[in-house]
């Protein structure tokens, strides 16, 4: 069992920053690759970023490109997400997930989550 726990979300102007850190227990925490997905209210949920097992890799979904960073420290059992030029669009519960592989998307692929931190975006 892994446990995740987001933290990070409140409310921002757009425009803004925003640093979401996603904590891990066990000593496994590098044999996981670790995702971002968001669920905005009425939409399904969707992914956001991925890192691979040894944060030598990451992948993002096209609406977030140059403006997210995920990134990992191994060391600390944590996963981030550096949110920069924040927009209303981007309001949505975001959630920390453990999978076994970076380059997957879909939510299936992945095996643990966290409970999610909201992210609220004002303009």
């Known amino acids: 069992q892994v446990q995740l726990v987001e933290s990070g979300g409140e409310l921002v102007q757009a425009g803004g920053s925003l640093r979401l850190s996603c904590a891990a227990s066990?000593?496994?925490?590098?044999?996981?690759?670790m995702a971002w997905f968001r669920q905005a209210a009425g939409k399904e949920r969707e992914f956001v970023a991925s890192?691979?097992?040894?944060?030598?890799?990451?992948y993002y979904a096209d609406f977030v490109k140059g403006r997210f960073t995920i990134s990992r420290d191994n060391a600390k059992n944590t996963v981030y997400l550096q949110m920069n030029s924040l927009k209303p669009e981007d309001t949505a519960i975001y959630y920390c997930?453990?999978?076994?592989?970076?380059?997957?998307?879909?939510?299936?692929?992945?095996?643990?989550w966290g409970q999610g931190t909201q992210v609220s975006v004002s303009s």
């Open positions: 890192v691979s097992k040894s944060g030598d890799f990451t």
């Open positions: 066990g000593r496994t925490f590098s044999s996981y690759a």
């Open positions: 997930a453990a999978g076994t592989a970076y380059y997957y998307v879909a939510s299936f692929r992945y095996d643990y």
